[in-house]
């Protein structure tokens, strides 16, 4: 006995089938770009609209309905227009205000055609009325639930008083029931699919507001956190410069002893600057955005002046400061936030180094990637600190000589790496040391320059 074979499709085949069915819904109702929900909700009920009053105008035609069929086939046609002039013509509010009065108006005029109260007229005003509630805006909802309430209860007093208004023009039983039956199951659909797009856009907006929840808290904690910066780190370093100027006005200082004051201060001066830096372009980057100009850099050239800013530092600490790259080594990356970057590492390192320690700056390339690293043999930092050292839930530090870390630099380090399509990670052992590694895509691994905003 023969077997049949049926080859099912690959993952690959669904996923093209699935983007195709996407590209095709997005063609057909709108991209979420283009419109709202709401307005690709009326662009599919044009669309059912439409199929639904071509169905109506063969059935009507074909059981003996001809006023029912006119007044279909003038929705047909007038449906093809609304959509129209809102999916193409993008003009949304008067599309569906146009087909809320056209539509309670035909079916209307159809009310005296179809039977009346025991015709289907009225599950039609019905179901218009639930979908002008969902896609209409909602300012105008209580005109359109008046308007339609006034209209049904208008005919419906006609009736009673002139019931020879009504033309009774089913031709039998048969052609009753179907019209009822029909068009109880075209309400039946519409209340489907406008109550499963509805119960979308609910989750969809719920979503939204948990997701705003989250970031509305980030954002209040690292508010938090810079108003406790600024209120304490800057405050510091200028009560002590103002404290050595009135020391200055009434007491006559020893040589050695203004060195040493100032000495200090420089430091302190030198922190606050480092830090103002880091506020500065966080600041920046969340006002404007995070704006990204990849580039081929010299990493010799374009770090230099920065390890040269921090050799007085180290020098005061007796921390021995290298830097080993190689002079033509290039690297696919934004000058000014791979400086920031190593600026804040070599700033850290020092910080957390003890007097007479090492610091060493590495560059090497390793395949496609150029590979950073800044290693001292300080302090180090503990196991449970680390999954926190990135992030702004990191508590403030001192270092060897009392120089306070806020951990903003960090956060930022991190941030900008992965904007240059990098990764940044460290290793640690306590009271042996710590080294930070950068890897970044080295220039001529087939990446070209380009600018990128986030």
């Given at each position: 006995?023969p077997?049949?074979l049926?080859?099912?499709?690959d993952?690959?085949?669904?996923?093209?089938?699935v983007?195709?069915?996407?590209?095709t819904?997005?063609k057909?109702?709108g991209?979420?770009?283009?419109?709202?929900?709401?307005?690709?909700?009326f662009h599919?009920i044009c669309?059912?609209v439409?199929?639904?009053m071509?169905?109506?105008?063969l059935f009507s035609?074909?059981f003996?309905?001809?006023?029912?069929?006119?007044?279909?086939?003038?929705?047909?046609?007038?449906?093809?227009?609304?959509?129209?002039?809102?999916?193409?013509?993008?003009k949304?509010?008067?599309?569906?205000?146009?087909?809320?009065?056209?539509?309670?108006?035909?079916f209307g005029?159809n009310?005296f055609?179809?039977?009346g109260?025991?015709g289907?007229?009225?599950l039609?005003?019905?179901?218009t009325?639930?979908l002008?509630?969902?896609?209409?805006?909602?300012r105008?909802?209580?005109?359109?639930?008046?308007?339609?309430?006034?209209?049904?209860?208008g005919?419906?007093?006609?009736?009673?008083?002139?019931?020879?208004?009504?033309v009774?023009?089913?031709?039998?039983r048969l052609a009753?029931?179907?019209?009822?039956?029909?068009?109880?199951?075209i309400?039946?659909?519409?209340?489907y699919v406008?109550?499963?797009?509805?119960?979308?856009?609910?989750?969809?907006e719920?979503?939204r507001?948990?997701?705003?929840s989250?970031v509305?808290?980030r954002?209040?904690?690292?508010?938090?956190?810079?108003?406790?910066?600024?209120?304490?780190?800057?405050?510091?370093?200028?009560?002590?410069?103002?404290q050595?100027?009135?020391?200055?006005?009434?007491?006559?200082?020893?040589?050695?002893?203004?060195?040493k004051?100032?000495?200090?201060?420089?430091?302190?001066i030198?922190?606050t600057?480092d830090m103002?830096?880091?506020?500065?372009?966080?600041s920046?980057?969340?006002?404007?955005?995070?704006?990204?100009?990849l580039?081929?850099?010299?990493?010799?050239?374009?770090?230099?002046?920065v390890?040269?800013i921090?050799r007085?530092?180290?020098?005061?600490?007796?921390?021995k400061?290298d830097?080993?790259?190689?002079?033509t080594t290039?690297?696919?990356?934004?000058?000014?936030?791979l400086?920031?970057?190593?600026?804040?590492?070599?700033?850290?390192?020092?910080?957390?180094t003890?007097t007479g320690?090492?610091?060493?700056?590495?560059?090497?390339l390793?395949?496609?990637k150029?590979?950073?690293?800044v290693?001292?043999?300080?302090?180090?930092?503990?196991?449970?600190e680390?999954?926190?050292?990135?992030s702004?839930?990191?508590?403030?530090?001192?270092?060897?000589?009392?120089?306070?870390?806020?951990?903003?630099?960090?956060?930022?380090?991190?941030?900008?790496?992965?904007?240059q399509?990098?990764?940044i990670?460290?290793?640690s052992?306590?009271?042996v040391g710590?080294?930070?590694?950068?890897?970044?895509p080295?220039?001529?691994?087939g990446?070209s320059?380009?600018s990128?905003s986030?």
């Amino acid at each position: 006995m023969p077997f049949l074979l049926v080859s099912l499709p690959d993952k690959c085949e669904i996923k093209d089938w699935v983007k195709a069915g996407k590209e095709t819904f997005n063609k057909l109702f709108g991209s979420p770009d283009e419109f709202t929900l709401e307005g690709r909700i009326f662009h599919v009920i044009c669309v059912l609209v439409v199929a639904v009053m071509g169905y109506n105008v063969l059935f009507s035609f074909l059981f003996g309905l001809p006023e029912t069929g006119w007044i279909c086939l003038f929705l047909f046609l007038a449906g093809f227009y609304i959509y129209y002039l809102s999916r193409i013509r993008k003009k949304i509010v008067l599309a569906i205000s146009l087909s809320g009065f056209l539509v309670t108006i035909m079916f209307g005029v159809n009310y005296f055609y179809n039977g009346g109260m025991v015709g289907a007229s009225l599950l039609s005003f019905t179901i218009t009325l639930f979908l002008l509630l969902i896609v209409g805006p909602a300012r105008h909802a209580v005109f359109w639930t008046v308007f339609n309430a006034v209209v049904v209860i208008g005919l419906m007093a006609v009736e009673y008083f002139y019931p020879n208004s009504i033309v009774e023009s089913y031709p039998d039983r048969l052609a009753h029931t179907i019209d009822l039956a029909s068009t109880y199951l075209i309400n039946v659909f519409f209340l489907y699919v406008g109550t499963l797009f509805f119960t979308k856009a609910y989750k969809q907006e719920q979503k939204r507001v948990e997701e705003r929840s989250v970031v509305l808290e980030r954002l209040n904690a690292e508010k938090n956190k810079l108003f406790s910066i600024v209120s304490h780190d800057l405050r510091s370093p200028l009560a002590s410069v103002q404290q050595y100027f009135e020391i200055l006005n009434e007491v006559d200082l020893e040589s050695d002893e203004r060195k040493k004051i100032e000495s200090e201060l420089l430091s302190s001066i030198n922190y606050t600057q480092d830090m103002l830096f880091n506020l500065l372009s966080w600041s920046s980057s969340q006002m404007k955005g995070t704006t990204v100009s990849l580039a081929p850099v010299n990493v010799y050239t374009c770090l230099q002046p920065v390890i040269e800013i921090y050799r007085p530092l180290a020098a005061k600490k007796e921390i021995k400061l290298d830097f080993r790259a190689d002079l033509t080594t290039e690297v696919l990356a934004d000058a000014a936030m791979l400086q920031l970057i190593i600026r804040n590492l070599v700033g850290n390192a020092i910080k957390f180094t003890t007097t007479g320690g090492l610091v060493t700056i590495d560059v090497v390339l390793e395949g496609k990637k150029c590979l950073f690293s800044v290693k001292d043999n300080g302090r180090g930092i503990r196991k449970e600190e680390i999954a926190h050292v990135f992030s702004l839930k990191a508590q403030p530090t001192f270092g060897t000589n009392q120089e306070r870390g806020v951990g903003l630099g960090l956060f930022l380090c991190k941030e900008y790496a992965e904007a240059q399509h990098g990764t940044i990670w460290l290793e640690s052992t306590p009271n042996v040391g710590t080294t930070f590694f950068l890897a970044l895509p080295a220039a001529g691994n087939g990446l070209s320059p380009l600018s990128i905003s986030k």
